[in-house]
């Protein structure tokens, strides 16, 4: 099977700047930006150019520091919009315009107050003014995922046919299923005559927790990009998570897929923005959470210890976390026990552990979880004893 390259956009400064409270400024941005590069991301959607002087800064800045990753700056269907982004992205080696409109009835009809004609003729002006700065131009369908397909085929098939280079498909809401992001992408291929001529790219929102699930539905569809976000950080509920959608691809090399990033940079990535961003991350979440690579239970202990493939599917170091735990709880066993002795310098019998086992029970009981300090005090009671 031929290898496909997904391309990964990562949105962490644009759509993961909206989440309240993790407002970055410039210095910070271009800090996050450089990383996300060396981290070997696609594209960076470094900001929306004209939504305040501070953000047209930032992305004119990042700009001028990155040497190899595509830069992004967001636009609405207006002229003054696409004007600003392409004159803060005057400086990028690889700058593409990303601009569009919604799509869906209730967008064209509540937002706008306008017909589906009159918004299929303002997404393709959009296009035709962000080509008239620069030759890459992303055209976002917002709402996609709640719009009749065959109206949608036809704004794509438009877009397209104005010089669009990349066509995105936002699930805006999170409201698709997998199965029906996946239809609306098959669609597409299908019913668009022209559809070989851009990239289909999947920017799925996360309020019914399936961003990740529909993201990857689309790209085994057929979409060649994600849009996503360090921590699916993001509007609402989040984005799709980059760290999440680049181990799964990596993970089902039969589904013939792989991206530029690398992945041994994931946890040290999702720490600087969970540390700049002031926004910590869950202890349960997938990659990245401190809570991983732990095991706390007594079955999954002993298999662990026995062979580690038999509880974890990715190695800790694959994705620069921290070596994987055992953590002593009251579901416990001796297996765990004897283990974390030894890691103490107790290389103790099986006697041993049994005679010990009881105290740590009563200890475990007493107690979230039994520290180091908690077990060298049952090793000394334990020798006192003999």
Aim: aromatic share 6%; charged share 25%; net charge negative.
């Amino acid at each position: 099977m031929e290898e496909k390259k997904i391309h990964i956009f990562d949105t962490t400064l644009r759509d993961g700047e909206q989440v309240p409270g993790c407002k970055l400024n410039t210095k910070e941005k271009v800090e996050i930006a450089l990383q996300l590069e060396a981290l070997g991301v696609d594209v960076i959607e470094a900001g929306f150019p004209v939504s305040s002087p501070g953000d047209f800064q930032s992305v004119r800045d990042i700009s001028l520091a990155l040497k190899e990753t595509t830069v992004c700056g967001l636009s609405r269907a207006v002229l003054k919009d696409i004007e600003t982004a392409a004159e803060a992205l005057r400086h990028a080696r690889r700058p593409r315009i990303h601009t569009g409109i919604g799509t869906s009835d209730l967008h064209i009809r509540a937002k706008f107050n306008a017909t589906r004609a009159e918004i299929l003729e303002r997404a393709v002006q959009c296009v035709r003014w962000a080509k008239n700065f620069v030759d890459d131009v992303e055209f976002y369908a917002e709402d996609a995922g709640r719009t009749d397909n065959e109206y949608l085929a036809r704004v794509i098939e438009a877009v397209i046919r104005a010089g669009a280079t990349v066509v995105n498909i936002p699930d805006t809401t999170g409201y698709c299923l997998p199965y029906q992001y996946g239809e609306k992408i098959a669609y597409l291929i299908n019913n668009v005559p022209n559809i070989d001529r851009a990239v289909i790219s999947c920017h799925c929102h996360n309020d019914l927790g399936l961003a990740t699930a529909n993201a990857i539905a689309g790209v085994i569809a057929g979409a060649r990009q994600i849009e996503c976000t360090i921590n699916g950080l993001g509007e609402r509920a989040g984005n799709t998570a980059l760290e999440e959608v680049v181990m799964i691809i990596r993970q089902h090399q039969d589904l013939g897929f792989y991206t530029g990033v690398k992945p041994e940079q994931l946890n040290p990535m999702s720490r600087l923005v969970s540390d700049t961003m002031r926004m910590p991350v869950q202890p349960n979440k997938a990659i990245v959470g401190s809570n991983a690579f732990s095991h706390s239970s007594g079955i999954h202990q002993d298999g662990f210890l026995k062979n580690a493939q038999t509880y974890e599917i990715i190695a800790p170091e694959e994705v620069g976390a921290d070596s994987s735990k055992i953590v002593l709880t009251a579901r416990s066993g001796r297996s765990a026990l004897a283990y974390r002795f030894r890691k103490l310098g107790y290389d103790f019998n099986r006697d041993e552990v049994d005679e010990l086992y009881p105290l740590f029970l009563k200890t475990a009981d007493a107690k979230k979880e039994v520290k180091d300090d908690d077990l060298l005090q049952m090793a000394k009671a334990l020798s006192v004893a003999e």
